[in-house]
T-cell receptor, first 111, second 115 residues
Framework: KAGVTQTPRYLIKTRGQQVTLSCSPI?????VSWYQQTPGQGLQFLFEYFSETQRNKGNFPGRFSGRQFSNSRSEMNVSTLELGDSALYLCASSVDTHGYTFGSGTRLTVV | GQQLNQSPQSMFIQEGEDVSMNCTSSSIFNTWLWYKQDPGEGPVLLIALYKAGELTSNGRLTAQFGITRKDSFLNISASIPSDVGIYFCAGQLRNSGGSNYKLTFGKGTLLTVNP
């Protein structure tokens, strides 16, 4: 059974640009959550989607957005990138919001 | 908002020793999870706890959901070199409508095992 797949694994962007990250959940998992991990702040919740609907949102600015498609795949977008957006972005999926399974993450570096 | 205090921040132990780490919260959770993260990878779920007072084992790992619902601990017995990594606790509070799906994470415990 394939795990949670995140693409790309690594990304370098310039300040002011925008970026789109992709997450394919485990087959049959309809809940997808996104987290930002930095050395200073640790793991911070961004948002959670279920059946194409955002159910929860963390305390991030509006530059951070996401969506979920009918096949449960999810994307998150960050616009007008800032240096502080450099982080490991993790996606997690779950059947019923118990025991989330995380992907390996996308390492975003903003220069 | 909810905050989790995880301790210790780091541990350096000898192979074969037992390890204990814990998390305390300023507010209650109804689910506690323990994850391990290796460098360059996402967190991997070790143990999930769903009831206050619950004690659950997974091999050499044992975790408990505190009676107050504000704390949890993880024990690792007879540590081995592959136990090296960062361990995170995470709490989740599902409200009565079941509509809160956010995990709140501790800052992690870095475990180093000396062979």
């Amino acid at each position: 059974k394939a795990g949670v797949t995140q693409t790309p694994r690594y990304l370098i962007k310039t300040r002011g640009q925008q970026v789109t990250l992709s997450c394919s959940p485990i087959s049959g998992h309809r809940s997808v959550s996104w987290y930002q991990q930095t050395p200073g702040q640790g793991l911070q919740f961004l948002f959670e989607y279920f059946s194409e609907t955002q159910r929860n949102k963390g305390n991030f600015p509006g530059r951070f957005s996401g969506r979920q498609f009918s096949n449960s795949r999810s994307e998150m977008n960050v616009s007008t990138l800032e240096l502080g957006d450099s982080a490991l972005y993790l996606c997690a999926s779950s059947v019923d919001t118990h025991g989330y399974t995380f992907g390996s993450g996308t390492r975003l570096t903003v220069v | 908002g909810q905050q989790l205090n995880q301790s210790p921040q780091s541990m350096f132990i000898q192979e074969g020793e037992d390890v204990s780490m814990n998390c305390t919260s300023s507010s209650i959770f109804n689910t506690w999870l323990w994850y391990k993260q290796d460098p360059g990878e996402g967190p991997v779920l070790l143990i999930a706890l769903y009831k206050a007072g619950e004690l659950t084992s997974n091999g050499r790992l044992t975790a408990q959901f505190g009676i107050t619902r504000k704390d949890s601990f993880l024990n690792i017995s007879a540590s081995i070199p592959s136990d090296v990594g960062i361990y995170f606790c995470a709490g989740q509070l599902r409200n009565s409508g079941g509509s809160n799906y956010k995990l709140t994470f501790g800052k992690g415990t870095l475990l180093t095992v000396n062979p």
